[in-house]
């Protein structure tokens, strides 16, 4: 009897800290400063009247970020993309086209996906922007739902998936009915970036554009 009061107990207390998705992002805010890691992204279309399957392309780089508010996209294949917050500018660099396009990056990061991950530094601070709650667990992470309080932004939701406390998932749906899921590996966590690290400086040649 006593063997099995002290495993009820064990479980019990196995429960009580067992963290959701809103606490995992909680403890990743609060405890991760910077990080590296590789992802890869699909984007499904919705499907047209005339398709049975809906259309999707895969895309894959690397991710870094340095809290708060600097973090480098470099999309690798199937086209080279790079996508920079210095702190001040958000700059996308299409190498195909030699073009590039930089904006206020204040005005452009407010309710997105890489302010919930790069830009925030607590959940006070987040909740300003979006309002998030806890999701049901599945494929094995703990996911949370953030929704934009404005409402009149592409962005419709975004879930965000913890696995064993790590960053592994961004699901991305917008207003169009696009959906953008993003899967991370290999995180370096806490890696030594500075902020000099995240300046960018257009390629010679490059138009530049200023929307």
């Known amino acids: ?3 099995l009061l002290t495993s009820l107990l064990v479980c019990l207390g196995s429960v009580a800290v067992h ?5 995992d992002l909680e403890k990743f805010l609060r405890e991760v400063d910077s990080g590296k890691s590789s992802f890869t992204q699909v984007v499904t279309s919705p499907k047209r009247a005339n398709e ?15 809290r708060p508010n600097r973090f480098r996209f470099v999309y690798a294949k199937p086209f080279e993309q790079t996508i920079v917050a210095d702190g001040q500018t958000l700059w996308l660099h299409d190498v ?15 309710s997105t996906p890489a ?7 607590d959940l006070k601070g987040l909740s300003d922007a979006f309002e998030m709650k806890a999701a049901p667990a599945r494929d ?14 592409q962005l419709q939701v975004v879930r965000v998936g913890f696995r064993q406390g790590q960053l592994s998932a961004l699901d991305i749906e917008d207003s169009l009915g696009q959906r953008s899921v993003l899967t991370f590996s ?7 970036l500075k902020a000099g690290d995240f300046r960018f400086q257009p390629p010679a040649g490059a138009a530049v554009i200023k929307p």
């Open 19 to 23: 963290a959701d998705g809103l606490q």
């Open 1 to 3: 009897m006593k063997k």
């Open 96 to 110: 195909d086209l030699n073009q590039v396009t930089s904006r206020s990056q204040k005005d452009a990061l407010g």
């Open 52 to 66: 049975t399957v809906a259309r999707s392309k895969t895309s894959s780089g690397t991710f870094e970020f340095l």
């Open 186 to 192: 290999n995180w370096q966590v806490n890696a030594p």
């Open 140 to 153: 094995g992470m703990e996911w949370l739902e953030a929704r934009p309080k404005d409402r009149n932004g």
């Open 115 to 121: 302010a919930l991950i790069a830009a925030g530094t």
